[in-house]
């Protein structure tokens, strides 16, 4: 079992930082990769972005890439989503979620942190 926190969320004006967190419970941290995900008022939940378990590998939506970076530190086992040049469409819950790679799917997640952007 893993369990994950995240934390940092708020509220920012427009073209503002946020750095959000997550930590995980465990000494199995290394064996996930972790991914971060959205779910704005009213609308489905979308893929934000992902890092592999050694944290060489990243991926970003389109929508964030260039404005968001993804880190992880496997020693203290969080990871991060700095988001910068933060926009009002930004305004949703964020959650990280742990994929271990075998069931297809995240298998852990966080319960989620509020970010608004005020325009």
């Known amino acids: 079992q893993v369990q994950l926190v995240e934390s940092g969320g708020g509220l920012v004006q427009a073209g503002g930082s946020l750095r959000l967190s997550c930590a995980a419970s465990?000494?199995?941290?290394?064996?996930?990769?972790m991914g971060w995900f959205r779910r704005a008022p009213g609308k489905e939940r979308e893929f934000v972005g992902r890092i592999s378990k050694s944290g060489g590998v990243r991926d970003y939506a389109d929508l964030v890439k260039g404005r968001f970076t993804i880190s992880r530190d496997n020693a203290r086992g969080t990871v991060s989503l700095q988001m910068n040049s933060l926009k009002p469409e930004d305004t949703a819950v964020y959650y990280c979620?742990?994929?271990?790679?075998?069931?297809?799917?995240?298998?852990?997640w966080g319960q989620g942190t509020q970010v608004t952007v005020s325009s």
């Open positions: 465990g000494r199995t941290f290394s064996r996930y990769a």
């Open positions: 979620a742990a994929d271990a790679g075998f069931a297809g799917e995240y298998d852990y």
